[in-house]
């Protein structure tokens, strides 16, 4: 698990090669494990594979002009959340649950980007509007998925200086 992490790297270059269902309802599935406050799960999750609508959802993400085959959108559908202390902590559930995926991904052999949506409202906005989201689903991200055309080396940024023991 250790070296999945530190494996796991952002990929800008895909192979054409399209990404089986079957590979994407893995990642989805890893996403669904992951832990949301007070088992809340305001997750739900937009799979784009044909070339029409990765084209529009690419017209949408200016930092994010890659030729990924596939994007899977995190969304939190607001009107799941049924519990009061959950309200506040969609974007921490849906992170993990994206953070799942990324990293599943890399065992599939599988590269992925996390493309920033929320809180950008432009971006917000036209991602809503090319998947028709109804107005209480809220996109978090655009996280590309596709077989990697480039090859990053594994790290660690461990930095001692960033960490505190005990107090500051
Ligand atoms: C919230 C968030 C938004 C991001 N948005 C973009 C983006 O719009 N375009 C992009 O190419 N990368 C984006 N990234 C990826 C970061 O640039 C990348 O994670 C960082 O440079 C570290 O590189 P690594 O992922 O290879 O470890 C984003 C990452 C996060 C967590």
Redesign the pocket.
């Known amino acids: 698990m250790i070296d999945t992490i530190y494996a796991?790297?952002?990929i800008?270059k895909y192979q054409e090669r399209p990404v089986e269902r079957e590979k994407l309802e893995t990642l989805l599935k890893a996403a669904m494990a992951a832990p949301s406050a007070r088992n809340g799960k305001p997750w739900e999750f937009v799979v784009v594979t044909e070339p029409e609508g990765m084209a529009k959802v690419r017209s949408a993400?200016v930092?994010?002009g890659?030729n990924a085959p596939a994007a899977i959108i995190v969304c939190a559908n607001t009107s799941l959340i049924k519990k009061p202390l959950s309200q506040g902590f969609w974007v921490q559930d849906c992170s993990a649950a994206t953070e799942n995926i990324l990293l599943a991904a890399v065992e599939l052999s599988l590269g992925t980007?996390?493309?920033?949506v929320h809180p950008i409202q432009i971006f917000s906005s036209q991602i809503s509007r090319i998947l028709s989201l109804p107005k209480m689903v809220k996109p978090l991200?655009v996280i590309y998925v596709g077989y990697p055309a480039e090859e990053?080396p594994p790290r660690t940024q461990y930095d001692p200086a960033r960490v505190h023991w005990e107090v500051y």
């Open positions: 796991r790297r952002s800008r993400m930092f994010g890659y980007v996390w493309l920033g991200n990053k």
